[in-house]
């Protein structure tokens, strides 16, 4: 259910985005690092779009990745935890002084 909801939310944002961007279809200066060029504003506003959606994916696949490695960790320190054995019994466990409370 709830991949339907994004799936939904992700056709309305695109459908948001492109009409906007069909609405301004004038031509606008681009000033870049190394010159200027003249570019439909459609252009402009869809490329801006990708290129936000691409850095997203980026950082969530890097965030991803990290937290996999971690699950992994985890994982193994629980896998040696389960390997030990536990020879103590109930009598070489040191009992607690139990505190009063007041």
Do not use: C
């Not at 969530?60 to 699950?71: A, E």
């Not at 320190?77 to 466990?93: G, M, R």
């Amino acid at each position: 259910m709830k991949f339907q909801w994004i799936f939904l939310l992700g056709i309305l944002f695109a459908i948001v985005i492109s009409i906007f961007a069909v609405i301004n279809v004038d031509s606008v200066s681009v000033n870049y690092l190394f010159g200027q060029a003249e570019w439909p504003l459609i252009l402009v506003i869809l490329g801006s779009v990708l290129m936000g959606g691409f850095i997203v994916f980026s950082i969530n696949m890097v965030k991803i990745y990290s937290l996999r490695r971690k699950i992994k960790q985890l994982e193994k320190v629980i896998s040696d935890f389960d390997s030990k054995p536990t020879h103590e019994t109930a009598s070489d466990v040191e009992r607690v002084p139990e505190i009063e409370p007041k």
